[in-house]
């Protein structure tokens, strides 16, 4: 089944809304990612944990489609990198919730962000949009943080240690969804940096080389394997697929 809500007619949207699908919205960023990885990485893990998220969802009788990503968002420790895009936590904020909002105006059942960025101000614009929307329509936004410990224990051990920015979990992620972009021969090449971006984010770090990422990557990019990539899909997909479930009966039980 195609679940690309982009791919549809006018007439097409309307019955899929009129049959109670629900809206995933991919959130990524356009950033730099080490020298193996595109700047895209975070809108690709985010589309492809959204499609199989959106498969597993049909398949239990939810109708999901995928929407268009959003590609841009706060990206200021990357700044030191050609490449890297960045928008203001203002506009980060007014675009997801304007979004959420157009959706929910037209009936939409949910909506379900997918987000692959993990900046703190990024974080910050979502979860303000979140609450803008519910002021604004009284309607909920699902939103599973993959940076809350509940998520967080079903990813791998880089990522839970937070030295996971363009090393094994998220070049296992791309090689997994777009090998092709995978310059193979950096990254079998490049060592380990054993910093936990979390860490040095806590600590006050405001750039990505401030916190010692001279090549914009921690971890360990060269033990990262197309396998580990399948199974963080798995278990990122499944992160979308319970917070939609958990949102829908929450939305049910408020209404009866």
């Not at 900046?119 to 329509?137: D, G, M």
Request: net charge negative.
């Amino acid at each position: 089944m195609n679940n690309a809500f982009h791919d549809l007619t006018w007439k097409e949207a309307a019955e899929a809304i009129g049959r109670g699908a629900v809206m995933i919205l991919p959130v990524g960023s356009t950033e730099a990612h080490g020298p193996h990885l595109p700047l895209a990485t975070d809108v690709i893990i985010s589309e492809e944990m959204s499609r199989r998220a959106a498969g597993k969802l049909s398949a239990q009788g939810i109708l999901a489609f995928v929407l268009p990503p959003i590609a841009y968002s706060v990206t200021d420790f990357s700044s030191d990198f050609a490449g890297t895009i960045s928008i203001s936590k203002v506009t980060a904020t007014a675009l997801i919730c304007d979004i959420c909002i157009s959706l929910y105006k037209q009936r939409a059942r949910l909506v379900v962000i997918s987000n692959s960025h993990l900046e703190p101000e990024h974080i910050a614009a979502i979860n303000a949009a979140i609450e803008q929307v519910k002021q604004e329509t009284g309607r909920a936004v699902a939103f599973p943080d993959k940076r809350r410990r509940r998520w967080a224990a079903t990813l791998t051990e880089e990522f839970r240690r937070g030295d996971c920015h363009a090393g094994a979990y998220e070049s296992s992620l791309v090689m997994a969804a777009r090998p092709e972009l995978v310059r193979e021969d950096l990254r079998r090449e490049l060592e380990r940096v054993p910093i936990s971006i979390a860490e040095k984010i806590r600590d006050g770090a405001h750039t990505f080389k401030e916190a010692g990422g001279e090549q914009a990557y921690f971890g360990s990019p060269r033990e990262a394997t197309r396998a580990e990539g399948e199974a963080s899909y798995e278990a990122l997909a499944q992160m979308l697929v319970t917070a939609v479930i958990e949102a829908l009966a929450q939305e049910s039980g408020t209404q009866t």
